[in-house]
C-alpha cells in the first residue's frame, strides 16, 4: 500500500518541477478577478454561475495569448456587460422623464425667529397629492 504524502507549500511554490503550476494559478487568479468584474456588472436576476465559468475561461484564453488584463476586462465588459449598463440607463432617463413630469414644485414662506424669511421647497411626486393633500410641516 502506498503512503501518502502531502506536499509542502514550500516545495510547491520554489521547486523547479511546480513552476508551471504557478504560472497557471497567476493565470488563474488574474483571470477570476476579470470575470468577477464582468459577472457583477449584470443584473443579479441575470446572472448564473455558468457565465462566470466561462468569462473566467474566456479571459484566460486572452491572457495566453498575451492580452494584457485591463485590455481583457474591458473586452469582455464590451462584449457582454455593456449592453445592460446602456439598458439600464435608458430606463433611468425615461423614469427621471416621467417623474419630472408629474413633480410640481411648491415654495412656502415660514419666518423664523431673527426676522428671516426662511424658503422651504416641497416636492410632491404625484400631482393628485398636490391638489388633494395638505403639507407636512418642515421645521428649520
Same mark, same amino acid.
Given at each position: 500500500m502506498r503512503v501518502h504524502k502531502p506536499l509542502p507549500r514550500k516545495r510547491l511554490i520554489k521547486s523547479p518541477e511546480f513552476s508551471n503550476?504557478?504560472?497557471?494559478?497567476?493565470?488563474? @487568479?488574474?483571470?477570476s478577478k476579470i470575470g468577477s468584474a464582468v459577472y457583477q456588472a449584470l443584473p443579479e436576476n441575470f446572472r448564473q454561475v455558468w457565465m462566470y465559468?466561462?468569462?473566467?475561461?474566456?479571459?484566460i =484564453?486572452?491572457?495566453?495569448?498575451? =492580452?494584457?488584463?485591463e485590455d481583457a476586462r474591458l473586452l469582455l465588459w464590451k462584449t457582454y456587460a455593456e449592453v445592460w449598463q446602456i439598458k439600464k440607463a435608458q430606463e433611468n432617463k425615461t423614469?427621471? &422623464? &416621467?417623474?419630472?413630469?408629474?413633480?410640481?414644485?411648491?415654495? @412656502? +414662506?415660514?419666518g423664523s425667529r431673527a426676522g428671516r424669511?426662511?424658503?422651504?421647497l416641497l416636492v410632491?411626486?404625484?400631482k393628485t &397629492?398636490?391638489?388633494?393633500? @395638505? +403639507?407636512?410641516?418642515i421645521n428649520c
Open positions: 503550476t504557478m504560472v497557471h494559478a497567476d493565470l488563474m @487568479s488574474r483571470a465559468k466561462a468569462f473566467v475561461g474566456e479571459a =484564453t486572452l491572457l495566453k495569448r498575451g =492580452t494584457p488584463d423614469a427621471r &422623464e &416621467e417623474v419630472s413630469q408629474n413633480n410640481r414644485l411648491r415654495i @412656502s +414662506y415660514k424669511t426662511n424658503v422651504i410632491v411626486s404625484k &397629492e398636490f391638489a388633494t393633500r @395638505s +403639507y407636512p410641516k
